[in-house]
Protein backbone atom coordinates (compact mmCIF):
# COMPACT_ATOMS: atom_id res chain seq x y z
CA UNK A 1 0.00 0.00 0.00
CA UNK A 2 2.42 2.85 0.10
CA UNK A 3 5.33 4.58 -2.20
CA UNK A 4 8.87 4.25 -3.37
CA UNK A 5 11.35 5.39 -1.38
CA UNK A 6 12.32 8.42 -3.74
CA UNK A 7 8.22 8.83 -4.61
CA UNK A 8 6.66 11.75 -2.20
CA UNK A 9 5.86 10.64 -2.75
CA UNK A 10 8.09 15.09 -2.16
CA UNK A 11 9.95 16.98 -4.90
CA UNK A 12 13.05 18.64 -4.21
CA UNK A 13 13.31 22.55 -5.06
CA UNK A 14 14.55 22.67 -8.59
CA UNK A 15 16.77 25.06 -9.84
CA UNK A 16 16.09 28.53 -11.41
CA UNK A 17 14.39 28.39 -14.30
CA UNK A 18 15.51 31.13 -16.27
CA UNK A 19 18.43 29.31 -18.18
CA UNK A 20 21.47 31.66 -18.53
CA UNK A 21 23.42 32.41 -21.18
CA UNK A 22 26.47 30.08 -22.69
CA UNK A 23 28.58 32.40 -21.53
CA UNK A 24 27.03 32.94 -18.33
CA UNK A 25 26.99 28.88 -17.97
CA UNK A 26 30.77 28.76 -18.62
CA UNK A 27 31.93 31.08 -16.27
CA UNK A 28 29.77 29.93 -13.83
CA UNK A 29 31.10 26.62 -14.08
CA UNK A 30 34.48 27.63 -14.28
CA UNK A 31 34.09 29.38 -10.77
CA UNK A 32 32.55 26.12 -8.90
CA UNK A 33 35.28 25.38 -6.85
CA UNK A 34 36.41 21.30 -7.39
CA UNK A 35 36.03 20.26 -4.37
CA UNK A 36 32.67 22.26 -3.03
CA UNK A 37 30.48 20.65 -0.98
CA UNK A 38 27.15 19.27 -2.05
CA UNK A 39 24.31 21.31 -0.74
CA UNK A 40 21.72 19.76 1.30
CA UNK A 41 18.48 19.83 0.23
CA UNK A 42 16.41 17.02 2.36
CA UNK A 43 16.71 16.49 5.99
CA UNK A 44 17.40 12.75 7.73
CA UNK A 45 13.38 12.37 8.42
CA UNK A 46 12.46 13.10 5.25
CA UNK A 47 14.30 10.55 3.92
CA UNK A 48 13.58 7.99 6.44
CA UNK A 49 10.19 8.83 5.72
CA UNK A 50 10.56 7.91 2.15
CA UNK A 51 12.30 4.61 3.24
CA UNK A 52 9.93 3.37 5.25
CA UNK A 53 7.10 4.38 2.99
CA UNK A 54 8.42 2.60 0.29
CA UNK A 55 9.08 -0.80 1.74
CA UNK A 56 6.11 -0.60 3.21
CA UNK A 57 4.03 -0.33 0.38
CA UNK A 58 6.67 -2.61 -1.19
CA UNK A 59 5.52 -5.71 1.63
CA UNK A 60 1.19 -4.95 1.58
CA UNK A 61 1.55 -5.21 -1.70
CA UNK A 62 3.12 -8.15 -1.68
CA UNK A 63 1.10 -9.86 1.01
CA UNK A 64 -1.98 -8.41 -0.12
CA UNK A 65 -3.31 -12.04 -1.33
CA UNK A 66 -1.47 -14.14 1.34
CA UNK A 67 -3.62 -15.23 4.48
CA UNK A 68 -0.15 -16.13 6.28
CA UNK A 69 0.83 -13.05 6.09
CA UNK A 70 -2.13 -11.34 6.45
CA UNK A 71 -1.18 -10.02 9.79
CA UNK A 72 1.88 -8.05 8.31
CA UNK A 73 0.11 -6.64 5.32
CA UNK A 74 -2.16 -4.54 7.91
CA UNK A 75 0.61 -3.85 10.01
CA UNK A 76 2.56 -2.34 6.84
CA UNK A 77 -1.02 -0.44 5.84
CA UNK A 78 -0.99 1.47 9.61
CA UNK A 79 2.53 2.30 9.26
CA UNK A 80 1.72 4.17 5.89
CA UNK A 81 -1.42 6.43 7.49
CA UNK A 82 1.29 6.83 10.43
CA UNK A 83 3.76 8.12 7.85
CA UNK A 84 0.69 10.02 6.30
CA UNK A 85 -0.15 11.77 9.52
CA UNK A 86 4.01 12.61 9.98
CA UNK A 87 3.56 14.30 6.56
CA UNK A 88 0.48 15.85 6.61
CA UNK A 89 2.42 17.88 10.12
CA UNK A 90 5.31 18.07 8.87
CA UNK A 91 4.18 19.81 5.61
CA UNK A 92 3.25 22.36 8.18
CA UNK A 93 5.79 22.89 10.63
CA UNK A 94 8.99 20.94 9.03
CA UNK A 95 11.55 22.78 6.45
CA UNK A 96 10.86 25.29 4.35
CA UNK A 97 10.97 23.64 1.28
CA UNK A 98 8.87 21.21 2.35
CA UNK A 99 5.80 22.98 3.62
CA UNK A 100 2.73 22.83 1.67
CA UNK A 101 2.51 26.67 1.27
CA UNK A 102 5.79 25.79 -1.38
CA UNK A 103 4.21 22.92 -2.79
CA UNK A 104 1.17 25.32 -3.23
CA UNK A 105 3.27 27.83 -4.96
CA UNK A 106 4.85 25.67 -7.22
CA UNK A 107 1.29 23.78 -8.53
CA UNK A 108 0.38 27.96 -9.29
CA UNK A 109 3.04 27.81 -12.03
CA UNK A 110 0.72 24.87 -13.64
CA UNK A 111 -1.21 27.96 -15.30
CA UNK A 112 1.66 29.74 -16.77
CA UNK A 113 3.29 26.97 -18.11
CA UNK A 114 -0.18 25.62 -20.16
CA UNK A 115 -0.29 29.56 -21.56
CA UNK A 116 3.37 29.24 -22.50
CA UNK A 117 2.07 26.67 -25.39
CA UNK A 118 0.44 29.75 -27.39
CA UNK A 119 3.28 30.98 -27.72
CA UNK A 120 6.34 29.05 -29.28
CA UNK A 121 8.56 31.30 -29.20
CA UNK A 122 8.74 31.10 -25.34
CA UNK A 123 9.32 27.68 -25.53
CA UNK A 124 12.84 26.81 -24.37
CA UNK A 125 15.01 24.18 -22.15
CA UNK A 126 13.84 25.86 -18.87
CA UNK A 127 10.11 25.34 -20.05
CA UNK A 128 10.75 22.11 -20.59
CA UNK A 129 12.59 21.88 -17.84
CA UNK A 130 9.30 23.30 -15.35
CA UNK A 131 7.22 20.70 -16.63
CA UNK A 132 9.33 18.15 -16.15
CA UNK A 133 8.88 19.37 -11.99
CA UNK A 134 5.25 20.09 -12.60
CA UNK A 135 4.39 16.18 -13.56
CA UNK A 136 6.85 14.90 -10.65
CA UNK A 137 5.23 17.37 -8.59
CA UNK A 138 1.88 16.00 -9.46
CA UNK A 139 2.34 12.69 -9.20
CA UNK A 140 3.88 12.98 -5.67
CA UNK A 141 0.04 15.11 -5.09
CA UNK A 142 -1.42 11.88 -6.34
CA UNK A 143 0.72 9.30 -4.59
CA UNK A 144 -0.28 11.34 -1.34
CA UNK A 145 -3.67 11.45 -1.74
CA UNK A 146 -4.47 7.77 -2.28
CA UNK A 147 -2.59 6.77 0.68
CA UNK A 148 -5.58 7.62 3.47
CA UNK A 149 -8.62 6.10 1.15
CA UNK A 150 -6.18 2.98 0.36
CA UNK A 151 -5.64 2.50 4.08
CA UNK A 152 -9.52 3.63 5.36
CA UNK A 153 -10.60 0.82 2.72
CA UNK A 154 -8.67 -1.71 3.86
CA UNK A 155 -9.15 -0.77 7.35
CA UNK A 156 -13.41 -0.86 6.59
CA UNK A 157 -13.42 -4.52 5.05
CA UNK A 158 -10.79 -5.99 7.50
CA UNK A 159 -13.76 -4.69 10.58
CA UNK A 160 -16.58 -5.81 8.22
CA UNK A 161 -17.83 -2.48 8.38
CA UNK A 162 -21.64 -2.08 7.01
CA UNK A 163 -22.04 -6.19 6.70
CA UNK A 164 -20.90 -8.94 4.35
CA UNK A 165 -22.61 -6.84 1.73
CA UNK A 166 -20.22 -3.53 2.09
CA UNK A 167 -17.46 -5.83 3.05
CA UNK A 168 -17.12 -7.02 -0.71
CA UNK A 169 -17.65 -3.36 -2.04
CA UNK A 170 -14.70 -2.15 0.40
CA UNK A 171 -12.63 -4.99 -0.63
CA UNK A 172 -12.77 -4.10 -4.78
CA UNK A 173 -12.37 -0.43 -3.35
CA UNK A 174 -9.34 -1.21 -1.46
CA UNK A 175 -7.83 -3.18 -4.61
CA UNK A 176 -8.62 -1.05 -7.12
CA UNK A 177 -6.66 1.92 -4.98
CA UNK A 178 -3.92 -0.57 -4.43
CA UNK A 179 -3.09 -1.00 -8.17
CA UNK A 180 -3.87 2.92 -9.11
CA UNK A 181 -1.17 3.60 -6.31
CA UNK A 182 1.27 1.11 -7.99
CA UNK A 183 0.49 2.70 -11.80
CA UNK A 184 1.56 5.72 -9.79
CA UNK A 185 4.79 4.32 -8.52
CA UNK A 186 6.02 3.24 -11.57
CA UNK A 187 5.17 6.86 -13.33
CA UNK A 188 7.12 7.95 -10.10
CA UNK A 189 10.21 6.29 -10.65
CA UNK A 190 10.11 6.38 -14.50
CA UNK A 191 9.98 10.23 -14.06
CA UNK A 192 13.17 9.74 -12.16
CA UNK A 193 15.17 7.85 -14.17
CA UNK A 194 14.07 10.65 -17.18
CA UNK A 195 14.99 13.28 -14.99
CA UNK A 196 18.39 11.74 -14.14
CA UNK A 197 18.99 10.91 -17.73
CA UNK A 198 18.30 14.04 -19.23
CA UNK A 199 20.08 16.21 -16.15
CA UNK A 200 23.38 13.67 -16.21
CA UNK A 201 22.88 13.22 -12.41
CA UNK A 202 20.31 10.59 -10.38
CA UNK A 203 17.71 12.38 -9.39
CA UNK A 204 17.14 9.75 -6.15
CA UNK A 205 20.31 11.63 -5.12
CA UNK A 206 18.31 13.99 -2.63
CA UNK A 207 16.75 11.34 -1.09
CA UNK A 208 19.83 8.90 -0.95
CA UNK A 209 22.22 11.41 0.62
CA UNK A 210 20.09 14.32 1.35
CA UNK A 211 22.51 16.58 -1.00
CA UNK A 212 22.74 17.47 -4.67
CA UNK A 213 25.52 18.85 -6.58
CA UNK A 214 26.30 22.32 -7.38
CA UNK A 215 26.91 25.85 -5.80
CA UNK A 216 24.32 27.57 -3.32
CA UNK A 217 23.32 27.47 0.02
CA UNK A 218 21.92 24.51 2.52
CA UNK A 219 17.73 24.62 1.95
CA UNK A 220 18.00 22.55 5.16
CA UNK A 221 20.02 23.75 7.64
CA UNK A 222 19.62 20.65 10.12
CA UNK A 223 19.87 16.70 9.98
CA UNK A 224 17.25 16.59 12.86
CA UNK A 225 18.40 13.42 14.18
CA UNK A 226 16.93 12.91 16.93
CA UNK A 227 13.03 13.61 14.75
CA UNK A 228 14.46 10.54 12.62
CA UNK A 229 15.40 8.38 16.13
CA UNK A 230 12.15 9.12 17.44
CA UNK A 231 10.26 7.66 13.90
CA UNK A 232 12.17 4.33 14.27
CA UNK A 233 11.89 4.23 17.53
CA UNK A 234 7.99 4.83 16.88
CA UNK A 235 8.03 2.31 13.89
CA UNK A 236 9.72 -0.30 15.55
CA UNK A 237 7.41 0.14 18.62
CA UNK A 238 4.33 -0.18 16.36
CA UNK A 239 5.90 -3.54 14.33
CA UNK A 240 6.65 -5.13 17.65
CA UNK A 241 3.10 -4.52 18.96
CA UNK A 242 1.66 -6.21 16.40
CA UNK A 243 3.58 -8.98 16.11
CA UNK A 244 3.43 -9.60 19.76
CA UNK A 245 1.20 -12.39 20.50
CA UNK A 246 -1.81 -11.66 23.01
CA UNK A 247 -1.64 -7.87 23.30
CA UNK A 248 -5.04 -6.16 20.95
CA UNK A 249 -4.93 -5.07 17.58
CA UNK A 250 -6.86 -2.73 15.70
Do not use: K
Not at 224 to 235: E, P, Q, V
Request: proline share 9%.
Amino acid sequence: MPICPSLEMTVTPSTPLTPPSPAMGASTHSATPTGARPRRVTDLPTRLYHALLGLSFAGAYLSADSERWRSLHITLGYTMAALLVFRLLYGLFGPRPLRWSSMASRLRGVGPWLRAWSTPSRLNAAHWRQGQNLLMLLTVAGLLACIAPLVLSGHASWNEWGGEGMTDVLEEVHEALGEGLLVLVGLHLALLAVLGLSRGTPAVTPMLTGRVPGPGPDLVTSQRIGLALLMMAAAASGWIWAAWPGLPTF
